[in-house]
């Protein structure tokens, strides 16, 4: 996919919705050769999808050896709309707290004070976190009116030259 082409998707008002969303979904084969997907909360830079994590987390050797990733971020209505985005995962060593882990759970519901307490007890628990960068290399938006998945949309081409049309 050209890059002006997954720009074209990403622009769209429903794509913007979804990646302003608090959760994805992180797909990436483990070290022993199995897939793993985690919810993760993430933030939208306008050109990376950036997640932060511990130090220690399991995903971090897994993303060293393969950095591909699928991404999903989706909602929970229907019909549910879902954004579709791979890339490869860039890690980044951050000492301190990433500004986007704090800015990307901003957006639960918290009362000043609980922030406060939140923010306290993040800053006593980290001394660095990795951020996981990943810049879209293909996206895909499916919001079952307008697009639907690959699979479905040749159904749908199939049935119509069954009836001729």
């Not at 769209?12 to 919705?17: D, H, V």
């Not at 918290?110 to 951020?131: F, G, H, I, K, N």
């Not at 996206?139 to 199939?158: G, R």
Request: charged share 25%.
């Amino acid at each position: 996919m050209q890059p002006n082409e997954i720009a074209e998707v990403l622009n769209r008002p429903l794509s913007q919705e979804l990646l302003a969303r608090d959760l994805t979904r992180l797909a990436y084969v483990a070290t022993d050769g199995t897939p793993r997907t985690v919810p993760i909360a993430f933030v939208w830079n306008g050109t990376e999808i950036v997640m932060c994590t511990t130090t220690n987390a399991p995903k971090l050797p897994a993303l060293r050896h393969n950095p591909a990733v699928a991404l999903t971020i989706d909602t929970e209505v229907h019909p549910p709309k879902i954004l579709l985005i791979r890339g490869r995962a860039e890690l980044d060593l951050v000492q301190g707290i990433p500004d986007e882990y704090l800015q990307m759970n901003g957006s639960y519901e918290m009362t000043p004070e609980q922030r406060v307490v939140w923010e306290a007890e993040v800053r006593s628990l980290y001394d660095s976190m990795v951020r996981i960068v990943v810049t879209p290399t293909w996206a895909k938006l499916i919001d079952f009116e307008t697009t639907l998945p690959s699979a479905v949309e040749e159904l749908v081409k199939q049935r119509a030259e069954r009836q001729g049309a």
